[in-house]
């Protein structure tokens, strides 16, 4: 269990990022944080692995306070916690197989011969294990976000935050992509995070969703619910039914 408890976050010179976010997302979930550019989206998401530290509030892991983590227990805590980028990033100058493995070296110094092996049944697992000498630039998209799913299952998360993972993407390979995380999430239980700014892509995908505006939530609950009578003016945007042209 995952409870985001007032959390606030501002910068300098600037209005607040978030503003008194209250979330409970349960283990094995696929939670949706939906709202347009600027909304907040981003930041929210780094605050629960700690990219981003909350200004105020606690974020609740399991019943501990995470924000109060430092040195080693902060590591231990950001290797539960991966994280899928919409930009990929993956290593250029490294293969695939290195690329899955980075994880091992970043929490060990080294990758031994088991890693390697669970690297390789993790790209067979997302499709592409005959890519694994390939380098990222030999890939597509798609492929590419499959490699940095692979690489997130690396250290046997128990949540992986999505932020826009299919933004950059087509239809077909976006499609691709939510059906493997969907299924990730079936067999292991591994609770999944999804920024998006997209209603298409909680409806095929997420279990409950809550709607950012401004940095604040404006509307949560579960997606048939929310999708079927949508209260707030933001997420009816979103959904389309608003008179845009009124």
Known sequence: MIQLQHVCKSYRGHEDALSDICLDIADGDIFGIIGMSGAGKSTLVRTINLLERPTSGEIIVDGRDVTQ???ADLRAYRRRVAMIFQNFGLLAQKTVLDNVCFPFRAATGKVTDENR??????????????????????LSGGQQQRVAIARAL??????????EATSALDPKSTNTI???LRDINRETGVTLVVITHSMDVVEKICKNVA???NGRVVEQGSVERVFADPQAEATRVLLGKVDWDA
């Open 178 to 180: 939510l059906k493997l």
């Open 117 to 138: 092996a669970h690297a390789l049944e993790l790209l067979d697992r997302v499709g592409l294990k005959e890519k694994a000498t390939s380098y990222p630039s030999q």
């Open 211 to 213: 709607v950012l505006e």
């Open 69 to 71: 983590l430092a040195g």
């Open 154 to 163: 690396a250290c046997d998360p128990e949540v992986i935050l999505c932020d």
